[in-house]
């Protein structure tokens, strides 16, 4: 199990994973939060792989501030933890945007003690997608762990499917578009 793009595999073999695993270690095997891997977020990036990648960068770039680490974390891996598939069902009407992160809030309550700070991580990480803005330190740093992840998903799957369908030349090419 490794968060995308990077090098340490997430086990107790280095500290850094090791600290991050301490954060998350009941909620990880968790049934409920287990349920995400039945779920797609970004093309075929699982929704269980998603948080995980989200929560991982958190803690990565949690350790520079001075902030409750350990919420950041946690909030950061129960932000998207809605059981639907967003895109053919959803179990409340509305705006997805606006009404996931309350969907994950009301089950994160039911599987764990959620503190304000990760309550905010959870509903306020659609932000600027939504118009509920972070109110914690914590929460923007979830909030652009969130985009961060989102983007490095795509990405990892396009280049490996140009070089599953051998497409370096249109790789190259966008590449210098984009320049």
């Known amino acids: 199990m490794k968060a995308v ?3 340490l595999p997430i086990n107790d073999s280095h500290p850094i994973t090791q600290e991050f695993l301490n954060h998350i270690e009941d909620l990880i095997d968790h049934p409920t939060f287990l349920n995400l891997h039945n779920y797609s977020q970004h093309l075929n990036t699982s929704r269980y792989q998603h948080s995980l990648n989200v929560a991982y960068y958190a803690h990565l770039i949690s350790r520079y501030f001075d902030v409750n680490h350990r919420d950041c974390v946690r909030g950061a891996l129960l932000h998207d933890l809605f059981l639907y598939d967003w895109r053919t069902e959803q ?3 509305g705006n997805h945007v606006h009404v996931h992160p309350k969907e994950a809030l009301k089950n994160a309550k039911m599987i764990t003690t959620v503190t304000p700070i990760m309550e905010d991580t959870i509903v306020n990480h659609m932000w600027p997608l939504s118009p509920s803005k972070p109110q914690t330190k914590e929460a923007w740093i979830v909030q652009a762990s969130d985009k961060l992840c989102a983007v490095m998903e795509v990405i990892h799957q396009v280049k490996v499917k140009s070089f599953h369908h ?9 590449i210098l578009f984009l320049r």
């Open 166 to 174: 051998n497409l370096a030349g249109v790789m190259l090419g966008l």
């Open 5 to 7: 793009f990077s090098t």
């Open 91 to 93: 179990t409340t009407p």
